[in-house]
């Protein structure tokens, strides 16, 4: 029995009827860019959040992009992001001209160290961003009552966590947007490149829409010099059928990290990830671990039919693409350590209690009969 990192296959199974027939009205209209499906996923996402604005756009990185933008953030502007994320949210703030600021985040959840922000802020700081990273939300309240404290902007990358909860509330309503990517692997994912900004203030609304299509609401009248970043109607389409779904599929995510959780606790030198609490409540995009063991491990559970993967390994930092920003090895060491000692295990919602159970005693295995 091989368990890949992750498959589409038996989602696509139990969907396949509600899809085949959302594709056929392809056949019968001719609309493809900015129409009803794109309209009614925008209403559908937004509502799902409680919030009031939601514009979608063509990917994650735009979304973050778009966003900053609409707040004016530009060249001299610094805005602090995790130092261990994914590439794209500190690509989204250079591409505006602003500099982004790592913070070292919380290596038990993944997520931004709420502590260390106030030392790493200047009076150039405009924005934060916090990534509810592997689906794990950040700590909220206080990093709000930071940012109102300062007049720094919060723009959420909730890109890896729709679903989850801090506080009782959606990650991706806490800020003055959130931005979201729906790549094919998220937890609400596409059959393609997708992504999502939610806001509360119509004037950032109005920006987003415009943004997105030329700096256009109106055909042929542009009032800014705008990108090209629209999903198209038949993501928006996939996507309307899919957010039905998203808790359901998020409680079997769960489900999985507390079984992983039950057969891994005191095995070898493993650190499982947080398995939340009342206050805060995990979707697990990913199930990731961490261990010294990690190379070997991988290597080990690959040459037995097990799927993973490294999110992510090499620290942005000490990425070619940021040279100029002077970071060195030793730099922020959380983000160095985890790239070298963390590993994400399979743990899409489809998945059985079986092959949970084969992942873990792959494991077990390793850490008895192989180091
Ligand atoms: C945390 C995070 N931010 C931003 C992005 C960018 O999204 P996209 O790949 O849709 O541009 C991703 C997805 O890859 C992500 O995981």
Not at 17 to 32: D, H, I, M, P, Y
Not at 106 to 131: C, H, M, Q, Y
Not at 220 to 234: A, C, I, K, T
Request: aromatic residues 10%; hydrophobic residues 40%; charged residues 20%.
């Amino acid at each position: 029995m091989e368990v890949p990192f992750f498959s589409a296959l038996r989602q696509h199974a139990a969907l396949q009827k509600e899809l085949e027939s959302a594709f056929a009205r392809f056949f019968q209209q001719g609309t493809f860019i900015l129409g009803k499906e794109v309209k009614m996923f925008e209403d559908a996402y937004a509502h799902f959040h409680d919030m009031p604005f939601c514009t979608s756009v063509a990917n994650g990185l735009d979304a973050i992009f778009i966003s900053l933008k609409s707040l004016h953030i530009g060249p001299g502007d610094e805005v602090l992001v995790p130092s261990h994320t994914c590439f794209a949210t500190w690509l989204a703030v250079s591409r505006t001209g602003a500099t982004p600021v790592p913070v070292e985040v919380n290596p038990g959840n993944f997520t931004i160290d709420v502590n260390l922000l106030e030392a790493a802020s200047t009076s150039r700081t405009k924005a934060i961003i916090p990534v509810h990273l592997y689906g794990h939300p950040c700590a909220m309240p206080p990093l709000i009552a930071l940012a109102h404290k300062h007049h720094w902007y919060v723009v959420e990358d909730n890109a890896q966590a729709q679903g989850a909860k801090c506080h009782q509330q959606l990650t991706g309503s806490w800020g003055d947007m959130s931005a979201t990517s729906f790549y094919p692997t998220k937890n609400l994912g596409a059959w393609g490149d997708g992504g999502a900004i939610l806001s509360n203030k119509e004037i950032h609304h109005q920006f987003h829409q415009a943004f997105r299509n030329y700096g256009s609401v109106e055909k042929d009248v542009h009032r800014l010099m705008g990108v090209n970043s629209r999903l198209d109607e038949l993501q928006a389409a996939i996507l309307n059928i899919k957010l039905k779904h998203l808790h359901v599929w998020n409680a079997r995510r769960v489900g999985h990290a507390k079984h992983y959780h039950q057969l891994l606790s005191g095995v070898g030198d493993l650190i499982l990830p947080d398995l939340g609490d009342e206050n805060h409540q995990p979707v697990f995009h990913l199930y990731v671990i961490q261990t010294a063991y990690r190379d070997r491990l991988k290597t080990y559970l690959e040459a037995h039919g097990i799927g993973t993967g490294i999110h992510y390994p090499t620290p942005i930092h000490l990425q070619e693409a940021y040279y100029d920003l002077g970071y060195k090895e030793g730099s922020l060491p959380i983000a160095e350590r985890l790239s070298k000692t963390i590993l994400s295990l399979p743990i899409w919602p489809e998945l059985e209690l079986t092959e949970i159970e084969k992942v873990a005693q792959a494991i077990r295995t390793f850490f008895s009969n192989h180091l």
